[in-house]
């Protein structure tokens, strides 16, 4: 069973840093995956922010934090990071890893419906 552990959020003050990870355990195929994440804020639907493929040929990035984020990953640890630069108060929320096992080009991203795990979701706050 695939099982997505995410560390890294808190709260940061405006302008400042912030790397998210996420480690997923329990895969065995040796077929890619995608793997990214997602945010939400309560009352909104969760959108996706960043992913990326297993074989590193393809990364998406949401326009709304490009040139401020960045994804990455560490394969020998099935493990991804989320980079997030310059951060803002409207960047609060709750960040949630996914994994995509059927679309391991991430062709498939940010559809929540191709989503085959989540993590449980880290907060991230950055305070006005």
């Known amino acids: 069973q695939v099982q997505l552990i995410e560390d890294g959020g808190g709260s940061v003050q405006a302008g400042g840093s912030l790397t998210l990870s996420c480690t997923v355990s329990g895969y065995t195929y040796t077929v890619g995956y995608c793997m990214g994440w997602f945010r939400q804020v309560p009352g909104n639907e969760r959108e996706g922010v960043a992913a990326?493929?297993?074989?590193?040929?393809?990364?998406y990035i949401a326009d709304s934090v490009e040139g401020r984020f960045a994804i990455s990953q560490d394969i020998s640890k099935k493990k991804i990071y989320l980079q997030m630069n310059s951060l803002q108060p409207e960047n609060t929320a709750e960040y949630y890893c996914?994994?995509?096992?059927?679309?391991?080009?991430?062709?498939?991203?940010?559809?929540?419906?191709?989503?085959?795990?989540w993590g449980q979701g880290i907060l991230v706050t950055v305070p006005s």
């Open positions: 990326i493929a297993s074989d590193g040929n393809t990364t």
């Open positions: 996914a994994f995509d096992g059927r679309f391991p080009s991430c062709v498939a991203w940010p559809q929540r419906k191709y989503v085959d795990v």
